[in-house]
């Protein structure tokens, strides 16, 4: 019988235990999310008369702790009225409704006691055959279930959802002594299709595999920092972006993570793994206790940790950083290296590793020291916490949200080199990896027929990674299944008859080359294949289109070639929509201005839950100008109804444009009409994303797609809607709102969107309203406050408001 999951019971409702409700509400899950009953009253119930007795007190934990997190940024669910699907209780009241949950997670403080407790009365309500586990980040799984029924015991496990469950793709499943296998592949399917996560099977060892060697990692540079006198500034410089991580780096990380959470997991492993090689790393260096002792933790303690946010006499406030030596809070410094200089040219991570430990200055001997003391760690731990390496490189890209994981990392540096330098570092790796060399292989990972084959430390081989048959991995099929590339896309044969355009332009944006590659591949679909997506793997999916170029036409004043090159664009997003084959998006994460513009002109959009998606172009002082003024023009036609205020449905879709709105996941872009409902669909899961668009291609070419009929018939509504827009951002103007030239480009929009000054409501086609975004789009990039925006966003990166 195959085991589904229609509710899912909550223990504990703390940070950790309302994520993971939220989470579970995010994919359409009933939860029961329980807590403790107060023990007495607070001043608020005091003053409203209420008693011990009163539901309102007893479900009081419960509640706040719910409703703090869903105030909380970045939100912990993809829409605020999933939380419907939550109900809340008290493990008093409410425990025997455990009984009609599939799965029961328990989420409570990290005391073993205390969990055997909950484990014992939830026994008396819990019905046979239903999932139990815990979300323990360290406590022995053996130890939780001691005494409990054998039905109890088959069916329990330790599932570790990284904080906020929302966002770490990382969920440690960890197998007790008796867990049932068929248990340990369902929810290692389940997290993976349905919560889309990276499911881990991890061995019941001390912190099991992500905190194992990520608090290693950490714990490793807070000696190192004062062993090489170094600033907290020069560590987060080197360990964020330029290696492949996280922009906050090290000590920004553990400020937003809080302190004490890392202390805690550190303290765990000093006490539970003896025998490491790198025990003595889990010991709290002076300054970390200092520290703890003065509660600043971070984010959680009136953000004062290793940077703390200072008010200043005029309001405004300035970040410090910690002075480790003095431990005191000083003025922050900037941190330079010259061999950041030479990596900012080099794109592929892969090809900077081995500039860096080549460097002769500070960074190079920072990065030997501290990529041999992770080399030679995880080496060590194969096969004592794995054996497969591969899960270890999994977890930390998961959990810890690594670009490369630390085999990857090695890879790319050369096992040799790798081992070399380790040595000068006064390091050895485990005996295997010399073992591995000796027998004539010399990488931990190889590729082959678009698979990843990992080196299996039994079998003295490369062996396939399982599961990849569930996605398609393009880093792994380019080379063998390119039909085309030009310097901004690669269109690769996914075969059964469906292309991929994958942009390779810097930061994904869309110029030029990116519109000859798409036009290039629904020439060659149209004539030999079935189907088109337009799918990556890059970070984003794309910023937008290429504003350097718009820039540099504008100065130019070469108005002539900027016309050609938005019609290009125009045109190129109408063959999106009416080419002779069926064409799917596949956004994910940032998809703004021409990214969305191209999204929603495809026949259908498959977009990962975490995308932003919005028409930001108000930011740079212009209109969108590929269709998407257009656009949202016609959808905000096609929701009319009869009798309906029908300017009022024009104005929102004028206000999403007009406040760059950007959806904060996939699912409220459906509230922005940008994704429609009945036609595109959200994918939890984005490895798995590129696999479903090229299904949904398939499916809509073997229904017997055909090509649409070009629209004359979008309702604009003239004057009426033109004259109430110039009157509102007249308000919004005298209110200072917004500035003048913000009221300059909400007017040239309500120009396009209410279809000219036309005297009444009449139909007009698609053509007309390209042609008017056009001509808005063409006079902006001629005011001198455009520019100033345009280079603003060049140069910083950010909006310029003026």
Partial sequence: MKRRINKVAVIGSGIMGSGIACHFANIGVE???????????????????LTLEDKEVRDRLVNSSLQSALKSKPSPIYHKDFSKRIETGNMEDDIEKVSEADWIIE?????????????????????????????????????MNEGRSEDFQQHFCGTHFFNPPRYLKLFEIIPGPNTAKEVLNFLKE?????????????KDTPAFIGNRIGIFSIMSLFHMVKEMDMTIEEVDKLTGP???????????????????????VANGLHKGVPNDEAHDLFALPDFIQTMMDNEWLGSKTNNTGFYKKVKKEDGSSVIKTLDLDKMEYRDRKSAKFDVLEKTKTIDKLEDR???????????????RKNFSALFAYISHRIPEISDELYKLDDGMKAGFGWEHGPFQMWDALGVKKGIEMMKAEGKEPAAWVNEMLESGTDSFYTVKDGNTYYYDLQKKEHVKIPGQDAFIILDNIRESKEVFSNSGVVVEDLGDGILNVEFRSKMNT????VLDGINKAIDMAEKDYQGLVVANNGKNFSVGANIGMIFMMAVEQEYDELNMAIKYFQDTMMRMRYSAIPTVSAPHAMTLGGGCELSLHADKVVAAAETYIGLVEFGVGVIPGGGGSKEMTLRAADTFQKDDVELNRLREHFLTIGMAKVSTSAHEAYDLNILQKGKDIVVVNEERQLTIAKKHALLMAENGYTKPIKRQDIKVLGKQALGAFLVGTDQMNAGNYISDHDKKI??????????????????????????????????????????????HMLKKGKPLRN
């Fill in 242 to 264: 330029v290696i492949g991580r996280q922009k906050s780096a090290t000590f920004r990380t553990v400020d937003v993570v809080g302190l004490d959470t890392l202390v805690h």
């Fill in 190 to 202: 389940y997290g993976e299709k349905y919560l889309g996560k990276k499911s881990v099977v991890a």
């Fill in 107 to 143: 989420v409570v403080v990290e005391r073993l006691d205390i969990k055997q407790q909950v484990f014992e009365k939830l026994e008396k309500f819990r019905k046979k055959g239903t999932l139990i586990t815990s979300n323990t980040s360290g406590i022995p799984i053996q130890q």
């Fill in 510 to 513: 869309i110029g030029g080359d």
């Fill in 31 to 49: 939860v029961l999310l329980l807590d403790i009953v107060p023990r007495e009253l607070n001043e608020k119930e005091k003053k409203k008369g």
């Fill in 353 to 367: 590793y081995e500039v860096l430990v080549d460097d002769e200055g500070k960074a190079g001997k920072f990065y």
């Fill in 746 to 791: 909400a007017n040239k929009l309500a120009y396009v969107m209410a279809g000219g000054d036309l005297s009444e409501a009449q139909m007009v086609s698609e053509q007309y309203l390209l042609d008017l975004e056009r001509e808005a789009f063409l006079s902006l990039t001629g005011e001198r406050k455009t520019l100033e925006r345009l280079e």
